[in-house]
Nanobody, 124 residues
């Protein structure tokens, strides 16, 4: 069982930066692929970025490539999402998710554990 707690959301102006964090419980954090999903009102919850257990493999949605960076610190059981050059369309609730195993997956159903979400608001 893994419990995930996000933090770091908030209000930022378009063009600004924000970093969200996700602290995971448990002693086997490195055995999990971690993902950041987002969900805007009336839209599906989609994968934004994911990172493998060692941090060597990553995935980014096309909409955030070059602007967002996912990273993890296994010693701190924490995964981060650095968001730069934010746009109004990036506004959403951002969810941290975990799936056991080695392979990055992009579908929501592939992730077994979820945080409660953190709101990111981008003003234009």
């Amino acid at each position: 069982q893994v419990q995930l707690v996000e933090s770091g959301g908030g209000l930022v102006q378009a063009g600004g930066s924000l970093r969200v964090s996700c602290l995971a419980s448990g002693r086997t954090f490195g055995n999990y692929v971690m993902g950041w999903f987002r969900q805007a009102p009336g839209k599906e919850r989609d994968l934004v970025a994911a990172i493998g257990g060692t941090g060597r493999s990553t995935y980014y949605a096309d909409s955030v490539k070059g602007r967002f960076t996912i990273s993890r610190d296994n010693a701190k059981n924490t995964v981060y999402l650095q968001m730069n050059s934010l746009k109004p369309e990036d506004a959403a609730v951002y969810y941290c998710a975990a799936r056991p195993g080695l392979s990055i997956r992009t579908m929501r159903s592939e992730y077994a554990y979820w945080g409660q979400g953190t709101q990111v608001t981008v003003s234009s």
